[in-house]
């Protein structure tokens, strides 16, 4: 299995990016976003329910977030937009069994992509 990350970059607060993640093909049940700052905790970001579409965020990105998946390019996605100063981290694309992200596990991690919102 492999996720690879890209997207990430430098941004002024306001403005938004949007990260991908390609994925080998298989059929994932949670795909999802975590994230992580310099000195910082693990965050859940987002996930998606694969086979229903349903989706979760985090308080924090909630109506400024949006995760979706393009099945046939086998790609992740995460919108960002209104970013802000506590944006910047890095950022994991997942897949994990912990749809509600309460014990931010995941059975495979990308390498990560860095945002810097400033």
């Known amino acids: 299995v492999q996720l690879v990350e890209s997207g990430g970059g430098s941004v002024q607060a306001g403005g938004s990016l949007r990260l991908s993640c390609a994925y080998s093909p298989w059929t994932y049940l949670y795909m999802g976003w975590y994230r992580q700052a310099p000195g910082g905790e693990r965050e859940g970001v987002s996930t998606l329910d694969t086979t229903g579409g349903v989706t979760y965020y985090a308080d924090s990105v909630k109506g400024r977030f949006t995760i979706s998946k393009d099945n046939a390019k086998n790609t992740l996605y995460l919108q960002m937009n209104s970013l802000k100063a506590e944006d910047t981290a890095l950022y994991y694309c997942?897949?994990?069994?912990?749809?509600?992200?309460?014990?931010?596990?995941?059975?495979?991690w990308g390498q990560g992509t860095q945002v810097t919102v400033s």
């Open positions: 997942v897949t994990t069994s912990d749809f509600l992200m309460l014990t931010m596990t995941a059975l495979y």
